[in-house]
Every structure is written in C-alpha cells, then in structure tokens.
C-alpha cells in the first residue's frame, strides 16, 4: 500500500452528523462539540469561518473548509457579530443564556434554523463523530482549517449533498456518509498535491526513490522487529546512506518514525472494543501490552485505557503547533502578522 492510499484510508463516515442550517442575518454560531473533524460549505450567502487557533477565512458559495477538532470556532456572516447560538457535544443547541433551541428551531429532515427566506445563508455541514473514523495519522497531519475555494473548481459533490440532504430514503444515512468521504478525499487529494501549503515530510517523501520504499515497507509491516540495516537491505541501500537519507527527507531517524507510527496505528486500534491491548501490542510491534502502554502514556500523555474511555479523543499538547490556516486557489496574499502560520496562494 503506497502511503497516500494509506492515509486516503482513513475517512470512514459512520453515522456522521450532516445538517442543513439556515440564518437571516445577523447570525453567529459557536461550535464546542469537540468533534475531531468538520467540513462546512455555503449554499447561499457568505460565512466567516473563526478557529480559536487560526486566521479567520471568508467562505463564499462552493467555498470548501475542514476544521480540525477539538478546538471551538466560531461561523458568522461578519465577525463583529455576537454569538447568538452556541452547538455543544451530542450536536445541542442553546442560546448562550444556555436555553435549548434544538428542537425548537427544526425545520425538517436534517434541516435546523430559521424559515427560508431569499436573504437568508444557507450552509451545509458534516462532522465525524469519532476520531477513528478518520484516522489517528490524518489527524495530527491536518491544519487547524484547510479550505478549498470554488475558483477553478467544478465540484459536483456539494450540489448533490445539498440535493441529498433533505431527504428521508433507505439507506439515505449510508449516502450521506459516502458523499461527506468524498468531499473530505477530494479535498485532502487537492492540498497533498501542493507541498509548499505544509504537507507533512513523510508524505512528501513517499517519491525519494530511496525513502519511499523505505516508508512503504514501514507502513505495510509496522510489527516487523525492522532494524536500520534490515530496511536498508530490502531497498538496497546502505545503513549509513539510508539514515542520513530518511533523516534528511522525513525529518527524523528510520526507527523514531517508526515508533511514532505504531503508535499512531495503536491510538486508532485501542478504540476498537472489541480489541485488547495485548492484540494490539502484537499487530504494530510491541513485545507485550506492558511496552506499548508505556510508550503511550509517554507519547500521549494518557494510557491506552484512559485513551479508550475518552473515546480517542485528541490530545491538544499533541497538536503541531505550526499547523494554522491554509486556504487552496484563493489569490495571493500577505502573510499575517498575527497568525505567521497561515498559507496562501
């Protein structure tokens, strides 16, 4: 398995939350349901999307984010509007006095907010309920808000999903799943094929002829006992020369970026319910769940058990800290100075 199949592998929508909402302006919304991944897109209108950790991104209609959970943000029509609802975990919705709006202001099948009217936003939006339905690696490799504005763009995905959204058909929940997928693959194909928008080293690297063997080996086999030599053996290299070149092109030794990788691997794996840790010490290479434990409350910051209770959810001393905003096809623009991490082009 190459290394972008491997991670495309990742997004797997099981039950996702997806929601039509409409908004007569003025309108805010503050988003705290801690969910590992969301994506939003307009219909209708324009929107602010304001990370807590990131710059603030204009979306239009066809306009395209995904937001990396669990930090809040916020979605507005300007940013000098207050919050008038606040989208709390379980999807519950309040005004910020804490009153309960989420039955109150259905509006049908998937759809919540206020009656339609020709000035009123129209958004839609998707969010993973789960962090292994996305995948651990995907995760820590993700910028705090990843956009993809329509310029350029001929997506048909968005109008089927707000074609789809509202209707109530069998198997219409497995339907939404798959187009939420999509569009989440289709935008992650878009920025891994840019590497100046700060596509992680090790997904850069799978072209080396030298290390991308190496890194293919290290994927498909992670329980293999692997030592410097014997992975320079199967891609024909030296141990010297594969060092330095897997340090030079990844950013770290062979054997540290295999330690984070089974890692990685277990911090998906241990959510599994039906999986022991001793299963899972096996499948990514530790020689008895006592190790990988240890490893993990290192790394992690938490055991595997408290990890499995919390139900996966992120460790945010984890997070990258240079991972801010990355908008794909907008025009160029001047870095900020407030947030040195935005990307644009």
């Given at each position: 398995?190459?290394?972008?199949?491997?991670l495309?592998?990742?997004?797997k929508?099981?039950?996702?939350f997806?929601?039509k909402?409409?908004?007569?302006?003025?309108?805010?919304l503050?988003?705290?349901?801690?969910?590992?991944?969301?994506l939003?897109?307009?219909?209708?209108?324009?929107?602010?999307?304001?990370?807590?950790r990131?710059?603030?991104?204009?979306?239009?209609?066809?306009?395209?984010?995904?937001?990396?959970?669990p930090?809040?943000?916020t979605?507005?029509?300007?940013?000098?509007t207050?919050?008038?609802?606040?989208?709390?975990?379980?999807?519950?919705c309040?005004?910020?006095d804490?009153?309960?709006?989420?039955?109150?202001?259905?509006?049908?099948?998937?759809?919540w907010?206020?009656?339609?009217?020709?000035?009123?936003?129209?958004?839609?939006?998707?969010?993973?309920?789960?962090?292994?339905?996305?995948?651990?690696r995907?995760?820590?490799a993700?910028?705090?808000?990843?956009?993809?504005?329509?310029?350029?763009t001929?997506d048909p995905?968005?109008?089927?999903?707000?074609?789809?959204?509202?209707r109530?058909?069998?198997?219409q929940?497995?339907?939404?799943?798959r187009?939420?997928?999509?569009?989440?693959?289709?935008?992650?194909?878009?920025?891994?094929?840019?590497?100046?928008?700060?596509?992680?080293?090790?997904?850069?690297?799978?072209?080396?002829?030298t290390?991308?063997?190496?890194?293919?080996l290290?994927?498909?086999?992670?329980?293999r006992?692997?030592?410097?030599?014997?992975?320079?053996?199967?891609?024909?290299?030296?141990?010297?020369?594969?060092a330095?070149?897997?340090?030079?092109?990844?950013?770290?030794?062979?054997?540290?970026y295999?330690?984070?990788?089974?890692?990685?691997?277990?911090?998906?794996?241990v959510?599994?319910?039906d999986?022991?840790l001793?299963?899972?010490?096996?499948?990514?290479?530790?020689?008895?769940?006592?190790?990988?434990?240890s490893?993990?409350?290192r790394?992690?910051?938490?055991?595997?058990?408290?990890?499995?209770?919390?139900?996966g959810?992120?460790?945010?001393?984890?997070?990258?800290?240079?991972?801010?905003?990355?908008?794909?096809?907008?025009?160029?623009?001047?870095?900020?100075a407030?947030?040195?991490?935005?990307?644009?082009?």
């Amino acid at each position: 398995m190459d290394v972008l199949a491997g991670l495309l592998q990742g997004p797997k929508a099981r039950g996702a939350f997806v929601l039509k909402s409409v908004f007569r302006p003025p309108w805010s919304l503050r988003v705290e349901d801690r969910a590992p991944v969301s994506l939003v897109t307009m219909v209708r209108g324009d929107a602010w999307v304001v990370p807590d950790r990131a710059t603030p991104v204009l979306l239009k209609p066809g306009d395209l984010a995904v937001l990396r959970g669990p930090d809040p943000y916020t979605v507005t029509d300007d940013q000098g509007t207050d919050v008038r609802v606040i989208v709390g975990p379980d999807q519950r919705c309040t005004t910020v006095d804490g009153i309960d709006l989420t039955d109150s202001m259905a509006q049908g099948v998937r759809t919540w907010g206020e009656p339609d009217a020709p000035d009123a936003a129209v958004m839609l939006s998707g969010t993973y309920q789960a962090p292994g339905a996305v995948g651990r690696r995907l995760l820590d490799a993700l910028p705090a808000l990843l956009v993809r504005t329509a310029a350029g763009t001929d997506d048909p995905l968005i109008p089927l999903l707000a074609q789809e959204i509202a209707r109530e058909e069998p198997g219409q929940e497995l339907v939404l799943d798959r187009l939420l997928d999509l569009l989440f693959v289709g935008l992650l194909r878009d920025w891994l094929r840019q590497p100046e928008h700060g596509v992680p080293a090790w997904y850069q690297a799978q072209s080396d002829p030298t290390v991308g063997p190496a890194l293919r080996l290290l994927h498909d086999d992670p329980a293999r006992p692997w030592t410097v030599a014997s992975l320079a053996r199967e891609v024909g290299a030296s141990r010297a020369a594969l060092a330095r070149r897997f340090s030079a092109v990844v950013g770290e030794p062979p054997m540290a970026y295999l330690a984070q990788w089974r890692l990685t691997l277990a911090a998906d794996l241990v959510c599994r319910p039906d999986t022991t840790l001793t299963e899972v010490a096996r499948q990514v290479g530790y020689g008895s769940a006592f190790a990988l434990s240890s490893a993990f409350k290192r790394v992690r910051g938490v055991s595997p058990q408290e990890y499995r209770a919390s139900g996966g959810e992120p460790v945010l001393a984890a997070r990258p800290a240079s991972a801010g905003t990355v908008v794909l096809g907008s025009p160029p623009a001047r870095p900020s100075a407030v947030h040195p991490s935005t990307v644009r082009t």
